[in-house]
């Protein structure tokens, strides 16, 4: 089996090409800089320039398989996501689906995320499939359009949704503050109400993407992926201080002190070439009392669902950042 994985030197893309290889499968990463393949180190996939991929496409070997895992999560505008989120994806379906590759390929699977189905409309039933979409960010409309434009090539090609919920694991910038925060004894959370979320170990998902794409049942499907049980993202702070040998001490941020500090990331954002993670979007989508999805679909269908405990995953997700000095 050969696979075409895009987004290979990030957090999910480079366990999408350990879980492939795994498999017996072969990888090749389409990259935008060859010098960027640290988390690639030791792994057999071969890496191409971004600007070669279209003669590989139309001269290569050909791929049983492409998983587009690449995009942006952070971004200064709707306008800088949907470059990232819809037009890549769009090239990509462009240079598949018009090649002697369409004749091939086996499934062309879209990563998208649980942002495009929002969060709880009622705060408490998880968000289906079947539901109508609710992102309530430019991340999550950006990503809404991605779906929508791919759903229009299955006609011409076999393609698969995975919306996956709040990513962790080794490699993972976003949850790492939760870890470095555990350091200093400390369980930070939104002042207010207990607000659910679901969450997935990468490892987990890794398996669930790959399940997808091999599966017949997945054709034309789109699917949440994600731990059957929400967590209180007080209680998973707490925890991971616990599996980290530390007590933690719940730390409550008002939200007028919250929104302060994300109008600064704002300002980062606009006057500079960083993009802060807390901003004012993400502070809107922190205030939602209910991030849950159903993955009863995903377990229906394809007989999947995390093998990951939960406590097992932090502890091996602290093991790795403290191997590589990330806290």
């Known amino acids: 089996m050969r696979f075409l994985v895009t987004g290979g030197t990030g957090f999910v893309g480079s366990h999408m090409v350990e879980r492939v290889l795994s498999e017996g499968g072969e990888v090749i990463c389409p990259v935008r800089n060859p010098a960027a393949l640290g988390k690639l180190e030791g792994i057999n996939a071969e890496a191409i320039p971004l600007e070669e991929l279209e003669d590989r496409v139309k001269d290569g070997p050909g791929f049983d398989y492409v998983i587009h895992v690449a995009g942006a999560t952070r971004g200064r505008d709707i306008d800088e996501y949907r470059r990232a989120n819809v037009d890549y994806v769009h090239r990509l379906l462009e240079l598949v689906s018009n090649s002697n590759l369409a004749e091939r390929l086996k499934r062309f699977v879209l990563v998208s995320s649980q942002a495009v189905g929002g969060p709880c409309p009622d705060h408490r039933t998880p968000v289906r499939e079947c ?6 960010s430019s991340y999550g409309r950006s990503k809404l359009e991605a779906e929508e434009l791919t759903l229009c090539y299955a006609t011409k090609i076999p393609v698969t949704i995975v919306r996956p919920s709040t990513v962790f694991g080794p490699r993972d910038e976003d949850v790492l503050g939760v870890f470095r925060a555990a350091r200093f004894r400390i369980a930070a959370c939104l002042a207010g109400p207990d607000r659910l979320v679901s969450l997935i170990y990468v490892e987990d998902l890794a398996d669930g993407i790959l399940r997808a794409a091999l599966s017949p049942a997945a054709a034309g499907q789109t699917y949440f992926m994600a731990n059957p049980e929400p967590v209180v993202w007080r209680e998973f702070s707490v925890e991971v201080a616990r599996v980290m040998g530390y007590k933690a001490f719940v730390c409550p941020i008002p939200i007028g002190p919250a929104k302060a500090v994300a109008a600064a990331g704002d300002l980062v954002a606009r006057f500079t070439k960083k993009l802060p993670l807390f901003r004012s979007e993400k502070l809107e989508e922190m205030r939602q009392i209910a991030w849950v999805c159903s993955t009863e ?12 405990p939960l406590g097992e995953a932090i502890e091996k997700t602290a093991r790795w950042y403290r191997e590589h000095g990330w806290i």
């Open 131 to 136: 539901d109508s979409p609710l992102p309530i």
């Open 297 to 308: 679909k995903a377990h229906r269908e394809l007989n999947w669902q995390p093998a990951t």
